[in-house]
């Protein structure tokens, strides 16, 4: 099976632009995860999603990310605007079910610095 | 409060020895499942083995087991049989069934070195 796409690999902006990140989970997989991994840390949940509609978005910084998942299957993540702190490698990654047993398939990661 | 959490920032190992990684959980939900997950240097994340806090017995996935300890609440995963590929970073993570719609929650991870 195809695994999780991401895009794009590799990102340079500057501090208070704007940036989005692209994700195209498993074909069949509900839940849709964005992740951010700050070097030398594990990842940090921003947001879950089951189906098209948000289960967590408790740690994602509103007042500058937002993400949504168009019809259950792509998702786009868009910081706006970034900040150095923002410098991070986001991971998307999906799940067939949210359940206790279902491990998460993840994409290559988009890398991102802030300058 | 931390729920994953991992005490060793590093581990060197020597190669074809065994090593174990250490993982303590923090949670009230009496349904979750531990995981550990690979990230080798080049940045994808790749899913090792399971454990569900009903089974009995341990996981064991080839080279991989899991030393699971539910009144300890520990997870450790031991790689047997080391080998050069097995250099990484090591992350272990949870889900919680009933209390957060399966939310995955990571720890800090471990780098593994593993030594020729």
């Known amino acids: 099976e195809a695994g999780v796409a991401q895009s794009p690999r590799y990102k340079i902006i500057e501090k208070r632009q704007s940036v989005a990140f692209w994700c195209n989970p498993i074909?069949?997989?509900?839940?849709l995860y964005w992740y951010q991994q700050i070097l030398g840390q594990g990842p940090k949940l921003l947001i879950q999603f089951q189906n098209n509609g948000v289960v967590d978005d408790s740690q994602l910084p509103k007042d500058r990310f937002s993400a949504e998942r168009l019809k259950g299957v792509d998702s786009t993540l868009k910081i706006q605007p970034a900040k150095l702190e923002d410098s991070a490698v986001y991971l998307c990654a999906s799940s067939l079910a949210p359940g206790t047993n279902s491990p998460l398939h993840f994409g290559n990661g988009t890398r991102l610095t802030v300058t | 409060a931390q729920k994953i959490t991992q005490t060793q920032p590093g581990m060197f190992v020597q190669e074809k020895e065994a090593v174990t990684l250490d993982c303590t959980y923090d949670t009230s939900d009496p349904s979750y499942g531990l995981f550990w997950y690979k990230q080798p240097s080049s940045g994808e994340m790749i899913f090792l083995i399971y454990q569900g806090s009903y089974d009995q017995q341990n996981a064991t996935e080839g080279r991989y087991s899991l030393n699971f300890q539910k009144a300890r609440k520990s997870a450790n995963l031991v790689i047997s049989a080391s080998q050069l590929g097995d250099s990484a970073m090591y992350f272990c993570?949870?889900?919680?069934?009933?209390?957060?719609?399966?939310?995955?929650?990571f720890g800090d991870g471990t780098t593994l070195t593993v030594k020729p």
């Open positions: 993570a949870m889900r919680e069934g009933n209390t957060n719609a399966g939310k995955s929650t």
């Open positions: 074909s069949g997989h509900a839940t």
